[in-house]
């Protein structure tokens, strides 16, 4: 399945039915009257998050929804069939923006939350509504009122808990296979990964989800390489690790040139806690390994005080599961100081509700 992160598509709800005018007539029956029933009201346009999708690659296909207009009134009173909704199923995590890509109109984080993007319109009453003592006999009966359009952006940002960044070739793809499931493109030339990568990693009795993000290049702010297109999925990440090449003379200049990039990007990225893996450790001696770790650390620790560097080997699997272990400790850190605004969240809408 292809991946797609972003897609433009047309959303209108549907029309509100006609009202009728209508008389009854009926033997035996010595005065008749109004009895022209109203429209239906139209269907709305609405999006559902779902836990098995993670991509959007069905809406470069299917690019406008509409939804079903109300059915008309008609006589005896009966009031017209509302029209049918337009359902859009999109993965967890997805934002709708507005036409501009900047308005930020719903962020869908929960499986099974549902937002009504547009409201079908209200049917037009018949014939029956204008009946008063002064007017027995009406002839008037309105239109429907029309359905909401407009042009949307959809959005995704995958949710995870760890997001993997580096250079090309830093070893990210190879880390991820050897730690999941996942069976990412593994080879000895740059930009293999195309697009992000999940995989479940477990590690003493705890399960935490990982996303590659294709490599970042110096200049990628301005759009070289990929860009940062795909950075947008580390705004849910807890924690960053950044693997860097111990195999390349200049480790600090690579460490730098991707901090560079991650600051440029902005919103709250550079901020979140980090871990720096020195990587393919099995090609370096024991002096070559304390010496970049210590030159990265330095470099870390002025970029971010926080940062931790840890030597590993993706391919020989040394020191692996002190990295998992290290970023099990930030991910329950991360999940346990979330808990306490989505519980407080849950209250407000508890209390608006019963209001």
Known sequence: MKFLDQAKIFVKSGDGGAGCVGFRREKYIEYGGPDGGDGGRGGDVIVVARQNLNTLIDYRYQQHFKAQTGGHGSGQNRTGAKGKDAVMVVPVGTQIMAEDNETLIADL????ETFVLCRGGDGGFG????????????RRADPGWPG??????????????????????????????ATSSARPKIA????????????VVRVDEQEFVVADLPGLI?????????????????????????LIDGTQDDVVGAYKTIRSELES???GIAEKPEIVGLNKCDALDADAIKKKRASLQRAA?????????????????HGVQDVLRALAEHVRAHRAASAPAKADASEDEAAGAAA
Request: include cysteine; charge should be positive.
């Open 109 to 112: 984080t929960k499986p099974g």
């Open 127 to 138: 014939n029956t509504h204008y009946k008063s003592s002064t007017n027995q006999a009406p």
């Open 148 to 177: 909401e359009e407009r042009w949307i952006w959809l959005r995704l940002k995958l949710i995870a808990d760890i997001g993997l960044v580096g250079l090309p070739n830093a070893g990210k793809s190879t880390f991820l296979a």
């Open 188 to 199: 000895d030339y740059p930009f293999t990964t195309l697009k992000p990568q999940l995989g």
């Open 218 to 242: 110096e200049g990628a702010a301005e759009g070289r390489g990929l860009g940062h297109r795909f950075l947008g999925h580390l705004e849910r990440c807890g924690v960053v690790l950044h």
């Open 265 to 267: 990007y902005g919103h």
């Open 301 to 317: 620790r002025r970029r971010s005080p926080g940062a931790k560097v840890m030597a590993l080997s993706g391919v020989s699997g």
